[in-house]
């Protein structure tokens, strides 16, 4: 007993010997990570140098580029086209990020705290998959359909309209340069609400449900527990679905493409489908190199900012919890 315990006192304090073993642990771990690491190398940095590179050049994509210095980023600061279409791509935002946000929210709250309350998660979970669909769909497959329900003639929208007494109220939705942009704001509300809804649902989860039922005893009605316990408790996810969505609206092309190919009159002309046919339909390389860069520019510090945003209001929420 009195060696035993002698041995222990002597170990007291002593770290065990684990340099060896945990440098060949974090060895392995470097490699699992080096073929991400390396296509990331070769579908990301690489192209976006090269990009870069060709920005700073008058080029038709034919024979050798013309070094022009900023000659193209000047040009891009004076074209009024370029202004237009990151214009439309705010609206863009407003219908990808802000509405589906906002709706979004509202929608989760209801599944959670009332929907599935009342009639069962197994409810909330198939109104969830619904409303989720829109994502699982392909946008060419989506933007056909709708330019199918939009058609000005054998539309289903109008058709719907002229067979409930209002006729009057029949458009051409794309094809109208006055209303076009906002017919494809709404294909990407509907497109887009899924995402908002899945992810906050997800972190209504972690939500003590002892605060909505300490609030519902002392009289709070639902839209109080939802101003004062759901937007607090879920903030990091709002930073985060806000992040992603004004990202993805920035970015946004296919939708554009099949719906109105940026028609009518440029009405609904976004930077990344600007790009596009500069590069392709105009043959300006240098050019539409540039429009890229500064659009990517623009998405990386907006992406950095929520970051941010989305860090510190994780910090917040660890801190009143300690």
């Known amino acids: 007993m009195t060696i035993t315990v002698e ?28 073929p991400g690491v390396l296509a990331f190398l070769v579908v990301i940095i690489v192209p976006f140098l090269m990009n870069t590179g060709v920005s700073f050049t008058e080029w038709s994509g034919i024979g050798s580029p013309k070094w022009t210095g900023l000659a193209n980023y000047r040009q891009l600061l004076d074209d009024s086209e370029f202004w237009t279409s990151f214009r439309h791509s705010l609206f863009m935002v407003v219908a990808m990020a802000v509405v589906p946000t906002a709706i979004g929210l509202v929608l989760a709250a209801a ?27 392909p946008i060419a497959v989506a933007g056909i359909v709708w330019s199918w329900i939009l058609a000005p003639d054998n539309g289903a929208l109008n058709a719907l309209l002229k067979a409930v007494g209002l006729g009057s109220w029949q458009q051409d939705w794309l094809g109208d340069p006055d209303i076009a942009l906002y017919s494809v704001m ?51 996810e709002i930073y985060v679905v806000l992040t992603w969505c004004t990202v993805a609206a920035l970015k946004v092309f296919g939708a554009v493409y099949v719906l109105t190919k940026g028609g009518p009159g440029g009405a609904t002309d976004v930077p990344s489908y600007f790009s596009f046919t500069t590069f392709f339909e105009k043959t300006q390389v ?19 900012v929520g970051l941010k945003l989305q860090t510190r209001a994780e910090d917040a929420e660890e801190g009143a919890r300690a």
């Open 111 to 137: 599944l959670f705290d009332y929907i599935g309350k009342y009639f069962g998660s197994k409810v909330a979970a198939v109104l969830r998959a619904c409303f989720y669909l829109p994502q699982v769909l």
């Open 286 to 304: 240098g050019y539409g190199a540039a429009i890229s860069t500064v659009l990517t520019v623009i998405i990386l510090v907006l992406a950095m």
């Open 186 to 236: 709404g294909v990407m509300v509907w497109v887009q609400l899924g995402f908002p809804l899945v992810v906050f649902m997800a972190g209504l989860q972690r939500v003590d449900p002892q605060l909505y039922e300490a609030a519902e005893l002392d009289g709070a009605g639902w839209w109080r527990r939802f101003w004062h316990i759901t937007l607090p408790q879920i903030r990091p």
């Open 7 to 34: 041995r222990d006192v002597r170990t007291v304090g002593k770290r065990p010997h684990t340099g060896p073993r945990r440098a060949r642990a974090q060895t392995s771990y470097a490699l699992f990570l080096l």
